[in-house]
Structure formats: structure tokens, C-alpha cells
T-cell receptor, first 114, second 111 residues
Framework: GAGVSQSPSNKVTEKGKDVELRCDPI?????LYWYRQRLGQGLEFLIY????????KSGLPSDRFSAERTGESVSTLTIQRTQQEDSAVYLC????????????FGPGTRLTVT | QKEVEQDPGPLSVPEGAIVSLNCTYS??????FMWYRQYSRKGPELLMY????GNKEDGRFTAQVDKSSKYISLFIRDSQPSDSATYLC???????????FGKGTLLTVNP
């Protein structure tokens, strides 16, 4: 079956511009997660959705970052006024219900801020 | 002290070798322990997860958890060049809790 998909796969933007990153989870997966992976670093948790509510936003690094989810499907991560330190791979994952220990990842969006 | 420590390597082994990858952690509340494999420029792929202490085997892969020592391991038997990737450990307190990842170990299996 179809896995988690993300778009765009690559995004180059100028410092100060806003960007939107999209994630389509596996059909039937009610939980959705966003992570950031900087070069040479582990995955950094950003936010988690159960349905369209976000019980845990603790990882969002600043108020320039926001995310929303429509029902139990697509999610969008928005970064406003991008900075060079936002350059990273942004990964989305989904899981059935509350089985956070069994997450399936998309291929990621590679964001470069120039 | 980071919650999860993982030696980044790199680790280089000949084809057919047994590979041992390890992580240590500090939070005794962690109950689920995962191993992910990440190929270059791809998303992480779940290999296996283990609940609490003990061993779990899946083909050439064996995961071990020693909660008393706060130490987890992944063993790869008869390693293949296709196993060359970064291996990430991850752990969580349980359902509805976020995953905490190690930085990953880069493994190269040479033919």
C-alpha cells in the first residue's frame, strides 16, 4: 500500500520568506508526527497530531513554526520568515492510533535557506 | 547528559561480519525501544521494536534491551553491502509519548 508521502522533496528559499511543507500520512493512521533532522544530528521532535488536535507541540523551536492538520489526513508545516538555521530535512511520520512506537516515515523535505 | 547516547561511528566491516550497534539512555521511564535504518537521502525505516527488557529476533537482526543497565543493542548477522546505512535507535515511555532518537551510527559493509 501507499506509504507516507511528502512534498516538495526539495525546497530552496531565500531568508525571510515563508515556506509550507506538506505530509500525506498512510491511510487509516490517525497519528501524525513532524521531525527535523539537521546534518549529522538525530531526529528532533517538533509536533504530534492525534486526529486534527495537537496534544504535544513542545518541540516547535519558535513561534515562526506552526502546523495544522485537516481531519485525519493531510498536514502542513509552515515556517515563517525563514532563517538559515532552519535548513534541515523535515520528516513526517504516521502511526495507527496511539502506537507511537510504530511510526512510519516519509522521505522528507530537504529545506535550504539561502 | 543527553537522554539517548549513540556512537556515531563511522563503522566499517567486511561482508559477512556480525555487527553490533548500541545505545545508552538515562530515562528509566522508557519502555519501548526501536531501531530504524536510514539510507542516504531517505526517510528512516522501522526495523523492529521491543517492549521492556529482553531479546527480539527478525531474520538476520536481533534487538536486545537491558533495562537494568539502560543499554540497548542491535546485532546484524551475515552483514551485506545492502545493510550499509545509518542506524538510529529510538525510545519512548509508551503510547501517546514522543520518540527520543539517538544521533545514529553510520555503517558501511564492504564487499
Amino acid at each position: 500500500g501507499a506509504g507516507v508521502s511528502q512534498s516538495p522533496s526539495n525546497k530552496v528559499t531565500e531568508k525571510g520568506k515563508d515556506v509550507e511543507l506538506r505530509c500525506d500520512p498512510i491511510s487509516g493512521h490517525t497519528a501524525l508526527y513532524w521531525y527535523r533532522q539537521r546534518l549529522g544530528q538525530g531526529l528532533e521532535f517538533l509536533i504530534y497530531f492525534q486526529g486534527n488536535s495537537a496534544p504535544d507541540k513542545s518541540g516547535l523551536p519558535s513561534d515562526r513554526f506552526s502546523a495544522e492538520r485537516t481531519g485525519e489526513s493531510v498536514s502542513t508545516l509552515t515556517i515563517q520568515r525563514t532563517q538559515q538555521e532552519d535548513s534541515a530535512v523535515y520528516l513526517c511520520a504516521s502511526s495507527k492510533g496511539l502506537q507511537t512506537y510504530e511510526q512510519y516515515f516519509g522521505p522528507g523535505t530537504r529545506l535550504t535557506v539561502t | 547528559q543527553k537522554e539517548v547516547e549513540q556512537d556515531p561511528g563511522p563503522l566499517s566491516v567486511p561482508e559477512g561480519a556480525i555487527v553490533s550497534l548500541n545505545c545508552t539512555y538515562s530515562n528509566s521511564a522508557f519502555q519501548y525501544f526501536m531501531w530504524y535504518r536510514q539510507y542516504s537521502r531517505k526517510g528512516p525505516e522501522l526495523l523492529m521494536y521491543t517492549y521492556s527488557s529482553g531479546n527480539k529476533e527478525d531474520g538476520r537482526f536481533t534487538a536486545q534491551v537491558d533495562k537494568s543497565s539502560k543499554y540497548i543493542s542491535l546485532f546484524i548477522r551475515d552483514s551485506q553491502p545492502s545493510d550499509s546505512a545509518t542506524y538510529l535507535c529510538a525510545m519512548t515511555r509508551g503510547s501517546n509519548y514522543k520518540l527520543t532518537f539517538g544521533k545514529g551510527t553510520l555503517l558501511t559493509v564492504n564487499p
